[in-house]
């Protein structure tokens, strides 16, 4: 048996577990009507633990509905048909209490450190609160199994196991992950990777590396990760996205935090940006298949979406803005606290008073345009989204190579302040591969696997603003979406390839001259700005918090004679 072999859920070799009862346990036994449901797998006993657990295997939304309703206090049918739930006292992620075991082999491999997302614990402290989180667990009436995929890649797919004691964590992953037949799940044997969720219950502060109540622990050797004190979905989301960042570039294969999509004639397109850049707006494109709008693989045969569901923003979400999502919102959709009307229970979309990070998970078959299997050919299109709320970065430009990796490793984005009184400076955010949250290995281990990829199969890399000209956030404007999108239609075609470039100033970019339905004045932002001396200080500003933040990256050697970091550094702003 491999050593990372989930041991308490391990029935197969060892039988202390309880012997299973399907079903909800405070329901008289009846006659066994649901004996088409699969064998639920046995949660073995701990030593503190005082009683059998009732595994619900594998629930439908309908089952998981009923469950909800029943037994979780907060949780409605709107009128729209979604379930909607609260995630209690978190409503985001915590990315500081997550912790990452730092063993043998974890310690050469993962990036550690200053600027890494990775925060170290050892192998005691996460045994510690793995007792604490599986000792909860088997308290409980019942828990929740959900036994799933990830990666639509038919070779490279990871088997997930998640233990939780929510029928909404349970109906959210049912959602996220890829949902697997009756027959996959007859043969669905040992999970390459297991979940216990016990966010209801807090970690003990006083245990070593605790910081507060909440803990989101990993163990790649173990392959297990446990969750304490935190109840909000998406952390089972993207700790099995850190975990893809983790095993897919050990196989070859890289993990990319982005949108992507197709067109009728197989040209794949992927999307990269922070939030407010427009990714999941501009990936969602009723010309083109989309395959997935937010984590995927790029393998030897392609792309393939990591994910079977799709985790929207909802907040001022309308019909007319985003169709897709606002229809893709009914039955068997999670609804995470939003706030609706008491009597008729419609969903007020603009109403953030329990959180502003309001979302839906929801099945990628509910998007229409979806591709299944959520699959496509190599990437054509490589587009990095940056909303530029100085101003001066153009509305599109065709990057080299090297500039790809500079801005890819960079992965910026500018954030409008608060829009309360005071100050409304524009604040430059960078984010490693533009998911610096979620990456495991060195930026510039997935940059540089990006550029081969790119480069074999004749990728090309462009760099698209959706965020002002003619000035910063507060004296310029937002650049038309329909301006954007026929930026977008043009790298699509391949249109973009065909026309004549100049390249600017500082930054070194390729800006074309003309695109088709584009005012042409606007693609070189000087000509917009009315105070050419305030573009060019902002410019410099801009190419300074650039470099400032890509030092944390220079002292990684790439490459043998490190030639390459060289290049990726020549291809940044040069003043």
Same mark, same amino acid.
């Given at each position: 048996?491999?050593?990372?072999?989930s041991?308490?859920?391990?029935?197969?070799?060892?039988?202390?577990?309880?012997?299973?009862?399907?079903?909800?346990?405070?329901?008289?036994? !009846?006659?066994?009507?649901?004996?088409?449901?699969?064998?639920?797998?046995?949660?073995?006993?701990?030593?503190?633990?005082?009683?059998?657990?009732?595994?619900?295997?594998?629930?439908?939304?309908?089952?998981?509905?009923?469950?909800?309703?029943k037994?979780?206090?907060?949780? %409605?049918?709107?009128?729209?048909?979604?379930?909607?739930?609260?995630?209690?006292?978190?409503?985001?992620?915590?990315?500081?209490?997550?912790?990452?075991?730092?063993?043998?082999?974890?310690?050469?491999?993962?990036?550690?450190? $200053?600027?890494?997302?990775?925060? !170290?614990?050892?192998?005691?402290?996460?045994?510690?609160?793995?007792?604490?989180?599986?000792?909860?667990?088997?308290?409980?009436?019942?828990v929740?199994?959900?036994?799933?995929?990830?990666?639509?890649?038919?070779?490279?797919?990871?088997?997930?196991?998640?233990v939780?004691?929510?029928?909404?964590?349970?109906?959210?992953?049912?959602?996220?992950?890829?949902?697997?037949?009756?027959?996959?799940?007859?043969?669905?044997?040992?999970?390459?990777?297991?979940?216990?969720?016990?966010?209801?219950?807090?970690?003990?502060?006083?245990?070593?590396?605790?910081?507060?109540?909440?803990?989101?622990?990993?163990?790649?050797?173990?392959?297990?990760?446990?969750?304490?004190?935190?109840?909000?979905?998406?952390?089972?989301?993207?700790?099995? %996205?850190?975990?893809?960042?983790y095993?897919?570039?050990?196989?070859?294969?890289?993990?990319?935090?982005?949108?992507?999509?197709?067109?009728?004639?197989?040209?794949?397109?992927?999307?990269?940006?922070?939030?407010?850049?427009?990714?999941?707006?501009?990936?969602?494109?009723?010309?083109?298949?989309?395959?997935?709008?937010?984590e995927?693989?790029?393998?030897?045969?392609?792309?393939?979406?990591?994910?079977?569901?799709?985790?929207?923003?909802?907040?001022?979400?309308?019909? !007319?803005?985003?169709?897709?999502?606002?229809?893709?919102?009914?039955?068997?959709?999670?609804? !995470?606290?939003?706030v609706?009307?008491e009597?008729?229970?419609?969903?007020?979309?603009?109403?953030?008073?329990?959180?502003?990070?309001?979302?839906?998970?929801?099945p990628i078959?509910?998007?229409?345009?979806a591709?299944?299997?959520?699959?496509?050919?190599?990437?054509?299109?490589?587009?990095?989204?940056?909303?530029?709320?100085?101003?001066?970065?153009?509305?599109v430009?065709?990057?080299?190579?090297?500039?790809?990796?500079?801005?890819?490793?960079?992965?910026?984005?500018?954030?409008?302040?608060?829009?309360?009184?005071?100050?409304?400076?524009?604040?430059?955010?960078?984010?490693?591969?533009?998911?610096?949250?979620?990456?495991?290995?060195?930026?510039?281990?997935?940059?540089?696997?990006?550029?081969?990829?790119?480069?074999q199969?004749?990728?090309?890399?462009?760099?698209?603003?959706?965020?002002?000209?003619?000035g910063?956030y507060?004296?310029?404007?937002?650049?038309?979406?329909?301006?954007?999108?026929?930026?977008?239609?043009?790298?699509?075609?391949?249109?973009?390839?065909?026309?004549?470039?100049?390249?600017?100033?500082?930054?070194?970019?390729?800006?074309?001259?003309?695109?088709?339905?584009?005012?042409?004045?606007?693609?070189?932002?000087?000509?917009?700005?009315?105070?050419? $001396?305030?573009?060019?200080?902002?410019?410099?500003?801009?190419?300074?918090? %650039?470099?400032?933040?890509?030092?944390?990256?220079?002292?990684?050697?790439?490459?043998?004679?490190?030639?390459?970091?060289?290049?990726?550094?020549?291809?940044g702003?040069?003043?």
């Open positions: 048996m491999p050593g990372w072999y041991a308490s859920l391990a029935s197969l070799t060892r039988e202390t577990g309880p012997k299973v009862v399907k079903g909800d346990p405070a329901r008289k036994r !009846e006659a066994p009507k649901e004996v088409s449901h699969p064998v639920a797998p046995t949660i073995s006993v701990s030593d503190s633990s005082l009683k059998f657990t009732h595994v619900l295997y594998n629930l439908s939304p309908a089952e998981l509905y009923e469950q909800a309703l037994y979780e206090k907060g949780s %409605f049918i709107t009128s729209n048909g979604a379930l909607a739930t609260l995630s209690g006292a978190k409503t985001g992620r915590a990315p500081r209490d997550k912790r990452v075991v730092k063993d043998h082999t974890t310690e050469d491999d993962l990036w550690w450190g $200053k600027g890494s997302p990775n925060i !170290e614990m050892d192998e005691h402290t996460f045994m510690v609160n793995r007792e604490r989180a599986v000792d909860y667990l088997n308290s409980l009436e019942k929740f199994v959900n036994d799933q995929f990830l990666n639509w890649d038919p070779q490279n797919k990871i088997k997930v196991r998640i939780s004691a929510r029928a909404y964590h349970s109906l959210f992953m049912h959602n996220m992950c890829i949902r697997p037949s009756p027959e996959e799940l007859e043969d669905f044997g040992t999970p390459d990777f297991t979940i216990y969720n016990a966010g209801q219950f807090p970690c003990n502060r006083y245990t070593h590396y605790m910081t507060s109540s909440t803990s989101i622990d990993l163990n790649l050797a173990r392959r297990e990760m446990v969750i304490l004190g935190t109840q909000y979905a998406g952390e089972m989301k993207k700790g099995l %996205f850190s975990v893809m960042h095993l897919m570039p050990k196989r070859g294969i890289l993990s990319l935090h982005s949108g992507c999509n197709m067109g009728k004639d197989g040209d794949v397109a992927l999307f990269f940006g922070l939030s407010g850049t427009g990714k999941t707006t501009l990936s969602t494109d009723h010309n083109r298949s989309l395959i997935g709008d937010d995927h693989c790029w393998g030897d045969n392609g792309v393939s979406n990591i994910e079977g569901g799709c985790y929207a923003k909802c907040i001022d979400l309308s019909w !007319e803005k985003e169709p897709d999502i606002w229809n893709a919102i009914k039955f068997g959709t999670v609804l !995470e606290n939003v609706f009307e009597h008729t229970r419609e969903v007020d979309y603009a109403d953030k008073s329990v959180t502003e990070n309001t979302r839906a998970a929801y078959e509910y998007i229409p345009n591709k299944i299997p959520c699959v496509g050919p190599h990437p054509k299109n490589v587009i990095l989204l940056a909303c530029d709320a100085f101003g001066v970065l153009p509305p430009s065709k990057l080299t190579l090297a500039q790809t990796m500079y801005h890819f490793i960079s992965g910026y984005t500018a954030l409008v302040a608060g829009t309360e009184e005071g100050v409304k400076e524009p604040r430059a955010t960078f984010s490693a591969c533009f998911g610096a949250a979620f990456i495991m290995l060195h930026p510039t281990k997935y940059a540089a696997m990006l550029a081969d990829k790119m480069q199969h004749g990728a090309t890399g462009w760099l698209v603003n959706t965020g002002w000209s003619g910063s507060g004296s310029g404007s937002r650049i038309k979406l329909a301006y954007t999108r026929k930026i977008i239609d043009a790298i699509h075609s391949g249109s973009l390839l065909d026309v004549n470039y100049k390249k600017t100033e500082v930054f070194g970019l390729e800006i074309p001259t003309e695109v088709e339905g584009v005012p042409s004045e606007i693609l070189d932002p000087i000509n917009t700005w009315g105070d050419k $001396k305030a573009y060019e200080e902002t410019l410099l500003k801009l190419a300074g918090l %650039f470099r400032n933040n890509f030092a944390t990256f220079t002292d990684h050697k790439i490459g043998e004679d490190d030639s390459l970091t060289q290049e990726i550094l020549a291809a702003p040069i003043f």
